[in-house]
């Protein structure tokens, strides 16, 4: 079946632009979640949707950074005013298990300039 | 809180070698525990799993992993390295029940040498 998939795969933009970055989970998948991978942090949680509870939003670095889930689907990830130190892949996870087991997209490369 | 530990960043071994890639983690609760792998340009996949069942746990393409509580570890290993193991390598934890965020290691790259 079809995994997760987010969009779009590369994103190149200027600092001071804002951003949506996109992820469809897996079908049926009830929790939803935004990491990010850079270099000098490895990967770090950013925020996490469960159903209908109000998101985990304790990884968010800054309060440029916001994200949605709409009908319990599909999530973007809005960054504002990017800065170059945004730059990196932002990973989005699907989990529908009690084991917590999670599938991720294959991630969108966001550069600012 | 939760944390991974994976000493080095970079280990190389010869084809048929013996892959031992190690992970320590630190958990106030009683976690789960994974082990995910990462070709170039690509998101990341699963290799295996520990929630608590068995202690030795077995994975996708020849890899098991061993969760020791005692020395808080779960090292992955693989008996014999093939070429097409060369990538990135993350130990990652999260609290044991339903869904919740994982923390990751900072990842080990593998090398594997002809």
């Known amino acids: 079946g079809a995994g997760v998939s987010q969009s779009p795969s590369n994103k190149v933009t200027e600092k001071g632009k804002d951003v949506e970055l996109r992820c469809d989970p897996i079908?049926?998948?009830?929790?939803l979640y935004w990491y990010r991978q850079s270099l000098g942090q490895g990967l770090e949680f950013l925020i996490y949707?469960?159903?209908?509870?109000?998101?985990?939003k304790s990884g968010l670095p800054s309060d440029r950074f916001s994200a949605e889930r709409t009908g319990g689907s599909v999530s973007t990830l809005t960054i504002q005013r990017t800065q170059q130190e945004d730059s990196a892949v932002y990973l989005c996870?699907?989990?529908?298990?009690?084991?917590?087991?999670?599938?991720f997209g294959p991630g969108t490369r966001l550069t600012v300039l | 809180a939760q944390s991974v530990t994976q000493l080095g960043s970079h280990v190389s071994v010869s084809e048929g070698a013996l892959v031992l890639l190690r992970c320590n983690y630190s958990?106030?609760?009683?976690?789960?525990l994974f082990w995910y792998v990462q070709y170039p340009n690509q998101g990341l996949q699963l290799l295996l799993k520990?929630?608590?069942?068995?202690?030795l746990v077995k994975g996708i393409n020849g890899f098991e992993a061993e969760f020791k509580k005692s020395e808080t570890s779960f090292h992955l290993t693989k008996p014999s390295a093939h070429m097409s193991d060369a990538a990135e390598y993350f130990c990652?934890?999260?609290?044991?029940?339903?869904?919740?965020?994982?923390?990751f290691g900072k990842g080990i790259t593998l090398s594997v040498r002809p």
């Open positions: 996870a699907s989990s529908s298990t009690r084991y917590n087991e999670q599938f």
């Open positions: 079908s049926g998948h009830t929790a």
């Open positions: 949707f469960q159903g209908n509870s109000a998101p985990d």
């Open positions: 958990s106030s609760v009683p976690p789960y």
């Open positions: 520990y929630t608590s069942a068995a202690t």
């Open positions: 990652a934890v999260s609290e044991s029940g339903a869904n919740s965020k994982l923390t």
